[in-house]
């Protein structure tokens, strides 16, 4: 019996041995797992960190812009150059060359990293980097008459090439129309307002509303309005000084040449083939009456000669009956 009993507390021994090296090859093997799991982590930080890198990369500003372009086809030329060609890819900036040269020009030799377009003719605020590739893109409402602006309540939003003139807040700001009355009802231009350097006003700016309902809609008294939780996130890109272009509609456009004023207009949509604005030809002043097939020309009553010849119910064109006197 005691010769057995060793043989036994050996066998018990090998017998722990092997569970023990058992054991420890099962931990081996869930520690390689946790290694494949940290591998996988750090692979997934590494992709992160390499978009991050090459987003990073892309907004990089590459040597100065030249100051200065002598023609559209120099501008274009340059940005299709293998060194440039890559930051304006989907930028609007080589059709507005076409559609507006010194727009562009302004443009590219800004010493901002981002400009704002408000479109009136697809009725949304866009926010562009330098190059001209979109960031933003938010709905918009805007003055409730169409054209750009010419006088004090005439309801119009201004169009044209402009800069911010600063950011405020607009929180506890009230509104007080063009016959000087206050509404006592806080909140209507929203937390922020983007104020516009225009010339001739300081009443115009980009700012948040109390109703969302009209973002879309023509409605505003000449300013232009986004949602209040976009103005908070836009306000983090403006800077005083920067780019605006108020961009006319179609309408506008019609209602300018009318009025005798051209406005220029520009395309914000890189595939300008589904986004190009119809042109207008302006009516012809009212200068020339029709009667008989015979054009007499019309005088201003300001600066009429004294002639005894009397002309009666003369019609134009339009049907219109004048009774003028030489």
């Known amino acids: 019996m005691k010769s057995i009993l060793p043989i036994i507390i050996s066998f018990i021994g090998l017998t722990l041995a092997s569970c023990m090296s058992q054991t420890s090859k099962n931990k081996s093997a869930e520690n390689g797992s946790d290694s494949v799991a940290s591998i996988i982590d750090s692979t997934a930080v590494t992709d992160s960190v390499a978009v ?8 990089i500003t590459p040597p100065p ?22 930051f304006f890819e989907g930028s609007i ?6 559609d507006h040269f010194p727009y562009a020009q302004r443009l590219l030799k800004s010493r901002y990293e981002r400009f704002i377009v408000v479109d009136k003719f697809t009725m949304r605020v866009k926010l562009f980097d330098r190059y001209g590739r979109l960031l933003r893109s938010h709905k918009m409402a805007c003055g409730r ?38 509404s006592k009802i806080k909140g209507q231009f929203g937390p922020r307002f983007v104020r516009l350097r225009i ?46 272009i108020v961009n006319p509609g179609c309408i506008d456009t019609r209602t300018n040449l009318e009025e005798g004023y051209d406005v220029p207009w520009i395309s914000t949509q890189p595939d300008t083939a589904r986004y190009r604005q119809p042109k207008f030809t302006p009516k012809p002043p009212v200068d020339t009456l029709i009667k008989d097939s015979t054009v007499i020309e019309v005088i201003k009553p300001d600066s009429l000669p004294k002639i005894s010849t009397k ?10 009956t004048v009774e003028t006197t030489e």
């Open 52 to 59: 991050i890198d090459t987003l990073a990369a892309d907004t």
């Open 93 to 98: 900036l080589p059709q507005m060359v076409r």
């Open 311 to 320: 002309i009666d119910s003369i019609k134009t064109t339009d049907s219109l």
């Open 145 to 182: 008459n169409y054209g750009t602006k010419h006088e004090k309540a005439d309801e119009r939003t201004p169009e044209g090439f402009f800069s911010v003139e600063g950011v405020y807040d607009s929180t506890d700001w009230l509104f007080t129309d063009d016959n000087g009355v206050t």
């Open 65 to 86: 812009l030249p100051a200065y372009f002598a023609s559209p086809a120099q501008a274009l030329a340059f940005m299709a150059d293998e060194q440039w060609k890559s």
């Open 199 to 244: 010339p001739g006003t300081t009443q115009i700016g980009i700012h948040g509303t109390c109703s969302p309902r009209s973002l879309g809609w023509r409605c505003s008294h000449g300013c232009i309005r986004i949602t209040n939780e976009q103005i908070l996130e836009f306000v983090e890109f403006v800077e005083p000084g920067m780019p605006v």
